[in-house]
């Protein structure tokens, strides 16, 4: 098949304005179907299995922290990837990025293995710390077990996704997943309705589903005529390449985790309250990350243009990206927030019809969101800093800011009040301290001042 949009995008001269937005939307798109993985399992389990509907939607639900954890730690390595390519497309030096994309991919393979390898040695401990009800616990280490065997292909698919978003293409991502979403509900229903399995039907899906994205991607990669083109006997560790990735992705992966880290306490507590509050939390969780992606994606969208114009010296473009970043971030959000609370009910209605569900699932997401503003100031200024590879202080303050007030919210003033409403509080609690915490670090470091400066002392030696 002949190669088409080859083109290099160019995201160090033209318009901020439109071209942040023409990333941004496809990397909201990507995520949100990536997510509509999770909740069409929600959904098909929640309406058609064999047994308990509800037991089996709260299975699924109890294991979205830990596949979270997994994920997120691994997608913010991925933006080690995306950051080094960025800066090497900027200075427009083809063999670091050529080192650059093939040990991202092996990264991915190996990581995949190993992931996969410990998560089936320790799913029944993990979940046993998570106050899983004895009636759901079987279900959920069923469906954990087999969504582990897909880590290799998962993590791969992301990869490849933050390879496409370094040059600025978020569109070939968006495809791919687009084609094994439909793949993927079409799996749901075929495996729940025709062979009656229950959530290892919906996880095996899932699994064969990202398999598909994932090699979609790959023959993207093997045939294209863009700088990122692997050849399959290059992949491999270069252990320069693989520092510098790890240096800017550790902390961010870091920083991703400490969100599930905190959310597998939260996740513990709302266990708790018994299988009706875990199905509910579930439904309006599949719903509210949406949002999330959408406002997270101007973040990405930060970090890479920050990244590509940082490299190539453009600090004028790099300042002007963060502030325009945040006003799109926050008109997209708003959006995609009303939108989500007008039609709340009916969408929670889709996972579970039983109106308690529906009720406690609709107070949580009134709470969840009226934090995302203080969600979107500090995921595009962290995404502003990683641009300019400056990573390890967003990851020390998140850890802070959310991860430490989470858990001491759950720690000392849950027992005081047990419900649901007091543990969702949590959430703003904790995301306006980071905004806080990454406000006072961006003002600290400045760093498009200082690196002008140094570029400024540069050119007065020469």
Known sequence: ??????????????????????????????????QLFNASDVAVVGNFSVGDKTVAVAAVGANSPVIGLLLNFFIGIS????????????????????????TAIFMALAGGVLVAALGEAFAKPLLSTLNVPDDVFPYALLYLRIYLLGMPV??????????????????????ALTLSGVLNVALNLFFVLVLKMTVNGVATATVLANCFSSLVLLRRLLTTD?????????????????????????????????????????????NSLGTAVIAASSAAFNIEIMAYYVLNSFSQACTTF?????????????????????????IASACAIG????????????????????????????????AYTFSMLYEVMSGYLRGFGISLVPAVLTTLGVCGVRISWIQFVFPL???????????????STTALLIGIALFVYRPSRRYAAKQAKQYAGC
């Open 339 to 370: 939108l989500v609370l007008l039609c709340g009910k009916s969408l929670l209605a889709i996972f579970n019809n039983d109106p308690e569900v529906i009720a406690i699932g609709y107070t949580r997401l009134l709470i969840i969101f009226s």
């Open 306 to 330: 920050v990244g590509q114009n940082y490299g190539a010296g453009r600090l004028d473009r790099c300042r002007k990206a963060l502030i325009l970043c945040l006003v799109e971030d926050l």
């Open 154 to 175: 998962i993590l791969l698919y992301n990869f490849e996704a933050a390879i496409f978003r370094s040059i600025g293409d978020t569109r070939t991502p968006l495809v």
């Open 79 to 102: 933006l080690g990837a995306t950051v080094v390519i960025a800066n090497a497309i900027g200075r427009n030096d083809k063999q670091v990025v050529h080192r650059a994309v093939h």
């Open 226 to 270: 863009l700088p990122v083109r692997i050849t399959l006997r290059d992949l491999g560790i270069d252990v320069h390449i693989f520092k510098k990735i790890m240096s800017i992705g550790l902390p961010s992966g870091i920083q991703s985790a400490v969100f599930s880290i905190s959310n597998i306490v939260i996740q513990s507590a709302i």
């Open 1 to 34: 098949m002949q190669e088409t949009n080859t083109k290099k995008p160019d995201l160090i001269h033209g318009t901020l304005w439109s071209g942040i937005l023409l990333y941004a939307l496809p990397v909201a798109a990507t995520a949100i179907l990536e």
């Open 417 to 431: 009040r047990r419900t649901l409403s007091t543990i969702m509080i949590a959430y703003p609690a904790s995301l």
